[in-house]
């Protein structure tokens, strides 16, 4: 299984809403991922978890906040979001590096498509 | 990270080789080549990498001269499905994870 899957595949939500994405992996990855991306610009990272711990947290606002349960398992935790939140969320998950400082190549999902009203 | 410099779009016709060229000027003596492919609406997929030299796969190959400034991306007769963004990406990995900062990528449009 070299999948990543997301769900929902598309969200909308109020400015009051709370909300949850997720995403699930069963490659034995140690590193998951949440990217943010535009319309027509590249993918932006967000948070990055190794190890269930979170390792990089890109200066996102709080009111995004990201939850790895185990090591399968990556949540973003939406609310009082912004309408320009809108946007196509990615997660993605990797190995750590193959060995040395070879970088192991991030499998993505498919994403939720995001709308804030 | 060392920055990445790609041609904003690129236009071909089904059947033809295309390279795409990325420079990247202060990569260090640990960064990799990567480069990822991005369909409208999905996630980006990883299509190769390499350190020095020509790789190949069964996608692309990869060639990336002695100094290590630049690289190019070779897709071999492209059909009207490898229509899409193409990013190159430069960096090392730790232990745990890595750090994969996008440039604003190469727009390839493939015409019949």
């Known amino acids: 299984d070299t999948e990543v899957t997301q769900t929902p595949k598309h969200l909308v939500m109020g400015m009051t809403n709370k909300k949850s994405l997720k995403c699930e992996q069963h490659?034995?990855?140690?590193?998951m991922y949440w990217y943010k991306q535009k319309a027509k610009k590249p993918p932006e990272l967000m948070f990055v978890?190794?190890?269930?711990?979170?390792?990089i947290n890109e200066s996102v606002p709080s009111r995004f906040s990201p939850e790895c349960p185990n090591s399968s398992l990556l949540n973003l935790h939406l609310h009082a979001l912004q309408p320009e939140d809108s946007a196509l969320y990615l997660c993605?998950?990797?190995?750590?590096?193959?060995?040395?400082?070879?970088?192991?190549?991030?499998?993505f999902g498919p994403g939720t498509r995001l709308t804030v009203t | 990270l060392a920055k990445t410099t790609q041609p904003i779009s690129m236009d071909s016709y089904e059947g033809q080789e295309v390279n795409i060229t990325c420079s990247h000027n202060?990569?260090?003596?640990?960064?990799?080549i990567t480069w990822y492919q991005q369909f409208p609406s999905q996630g980006p997929r990883f299509i190769i990498q390499?350190?020095?030299t020509k790789v190949t796969n069964e996608v692309a190959s990869l060639f990336i001269p002695a100094d290590r400034k630049s690289s190019t991306l070779s897709l071999p007769r492209v059909s009207l499905s490898d229509t899409a963004v193409y990013y190159c990406l430069v960096g090392a990995g730790n232990t745990g994870f890595q750090k994969l900062v996008f440039g604003t990528g190469t727009r390839l449009l493939v015409s019949p």
């Open positions: 390499g350190y020095k």
């Open positions: 978890y190794s190890y269930e711990k979170l390792s």
């Open positions: 993605a998950s990797s190995q750590g590096t193959h060995g040395g400082t070879r970088p192991a190549g991030q499998y």
């Open positions: 202060n990569i260090a003596t640990n960064d990799y």
């Open positions: 490659m034995g990855h140690r590193a």
